[in-house]
C-alpha cells in the first residue's frame, strides 16, 4: 500500500480551521479507500510562530519539507504582523524555496452556487489560470533609500527571465492541450511595459509552435477584465505574470460565486520538490476562530492535492462529495449566504465519500 506523507501548515487565522477539515477529509478517504494511506506532519508556522521566534518559518525550514509528497497550506496573514513579512516570510519563502513556479487555479460555477453574472452559466465559465509564480512583479527585487526624507525613493522591479516564461508558457500550452477546448489565452501588456512584456509576447509565439493543436490569442490584461464579465464563454486556460493573474484569480473567484470556494495549487511541474495546496481565500481574521470558514476552497485544492499524487479517481470522488453539498443550501456556510459550520460542511463531505460512486465527476483541471 502506498503511504503519501503529507505536510499540513494551517498558518494563520482560518486557516488554522480549514487544514484540520482538509486533513479529516483526507483521513476519510484513506479509511475507505484501502489502496493508500497518508502520514501527516503538521507545521506550527505562521504569526504566532513569529510571535515567539521572530520569523515566521525556522531558517532550516524547508529541508523538513523537502521529503514530502505533498504540501497543505492555509493562509499567511496577521492583523499584528506587516503583510509583507507574512507573505514573504512563509508563503513565498516555500513557493520560491521549492520552486512551485506554475500557480494553477481553476474555476468553475459550482452546483447550487449564486453567481453574479445573470447572463452567464455554468458552461460559460470553466477556466483555468496559470499563474507564474516564481518572477514578474513577486521577485523581491528592489530597494529604499533615503526613508523619511524627501527624496526617499523605493523600487520593486519587475524580472521576467527567458527561462521563466519559456517554463511556464509551456506549462500552461500543456495544461491547455489536456482539456477539452484546447485553447489558451495569453495576457500581456506589452503595449505599455515594452521590455519584458514584448519579450513574454515573443516567447509565448516560439512556444505555441510546439503545440500545434492548440489555439491561442492574446489579449492585455485590462481588456481581460471585461472579456471575463462580457464573454466569459471564450476563455478557457489563460496564463499570466504573477501579479496580472493574481488580480485576474480574484475576479474570477467573485465570479464564480465566492472566494471561500476557489483552491490553488503552487506546482513544481519536474517535481523535483512537493507541490503546494491552499485555498485562495486567506487569513479572514473576521471570522476566524469562530468555526465559520467554509473548507470548500481547501477540499478543492485537496482535489489538486490527489490529482497531483496521481490519485485521479480518489480526487474524482471528493469533488463529487464536494458539488452534491455546494448543490445543498443548508449546507451553505456564511460567505454563500447560508448558515452552516466548517464542522457540519466537513462531516457532510466525509459522509458522502461513502456514497458517492467514483467516476462522473468533471476533471477540475
Ligand atoms: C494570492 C494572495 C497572495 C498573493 C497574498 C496573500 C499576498 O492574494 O495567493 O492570490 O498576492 O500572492
Ligand atoms: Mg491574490
Request: proline fraction near 5%; aromatic fraction near 6%.
Amino acid at each position: 500500500m502506498k503511504t503519501y506523507r503529507i505536510a499540513t501548515i494551517p498558518g494563520d487565522g482560518i486557516g488554522k480551521e480549514v487544514v484540520p477539515a482538509g486533513r479529516q477529509v483526507l483521513e476519510a478517504l484513506a479509511n475507505k479507500n484501502k489502496t493508500f494511506a497518508f502520514e501527516f506532519e503538521d507545521f506550527d508556522w505562521g504569526a504566532d510562530y513569529y510571535r515567539k521566534n521572530g520569523v515566521m518559518m525556522p531558517e532550516d525550514g524547508l529541508d523538513a519539507l523537502r521529503d514530502k509528497d505533498a504540501i497543505l497550506f492555509g493562509s499567511a496573514g496577521d492583523p499584528d504582523v506587516p503583510d509583507h513579512i507574512t507573505l514573504w516570510g512563509l508563503r513565498l519563502k516555500i513557493c520560491q524555496g521549492l520552486d512551485q513556479y506554475a500557480n494553477v487555479r481553476p474555476t468553475r460555477i459550482l452546483p447550487g452556487i449564486d453567481a453574479p453574472l445573470k447572463r452567464c452559466t455554468p458552461e460559460d465559465l470553466n477556466w483555468v489560470i496559470v499563474r507564474e509564480n516564481s518572477e514578474g512583479e513577486y521577485s523581491g527585487v528592489g530597494g529604499r533609500v533615503h526613508q523619511g526624507h524627501p527624496i526617499e525613493a523605493a523600487t520593486d522591479v519587475s524580472i521576467l527571465t527567458r527561462a521563466g516564461v519559456e517554463r511556464i508558457m509551456r506549462f500552461a500550452f500543456k495544461l491547455a492541450q489536456s482539456r477539452p477546448r484546447k485553447l489558451l489565452t495569453v495576457i500581456t501588456k506589452s503595449n505599455a511595459q515594452r521590455h519584458a512584456m514584448v519579450m513574454w509576447d515573443e516567447i509565448a509565439l516560439e512556444i505555441s509552435k510546439e503545440f500545434p493543436d492548440v489555439k491561442w490569442d492574446k489579449e492585455l490584461v485590462d481588456a481581460s477584465t471585461a472579456r471575463m464579465i462580457n464573454r466569459p464563454a471564450t476563455l478557457d486556460t489563460i496564463v499570466a505574470t504573477n501579479l496580472h493573474a493574481d488580480i485576474l484569480s480574484d475576479l474570477a473567484a467573485a465570479l464564480a460565486g465566492s472566494l471561500g470556494i476557489a483552491p490553488t495549487a503552487n506546482i513544481d511541474p519536474e517535481r523535483r520538490y512537493p507541490s503546494m495546496f491552499e485555498p485562495i481565500h486567506g487569513s479572514a481574521f473576521d471570522i476566524m476562530g469562530k468555526g465559520l470558514a467554509n473548507p470548500v476552497g481547501t477540499f478543492w485544492s485537496v482535489v489538486m492535492l490527489l490529482e497531483h499524487l496521481g490519485e485521479v479517481e480518489a480526487a474524482k470522488r471528493v469533488m463529487q462529495a464536494i458539488e452534491a453539498v455546494t448543490g445543498d443550501p443548508s449546507l451553505h456556510t456564511g460567505d454563500l449566504g447560508g448558515k452552516a459550520t466548517t464542522a457540519q460542511v466537513t462531516a457532510a463531505v466525509c459522509a458522502l465519500l461513502d456514497k458517492v460512486e467514483a467516476p462522473a465527476a468533471k476533471a477540475t483541471t
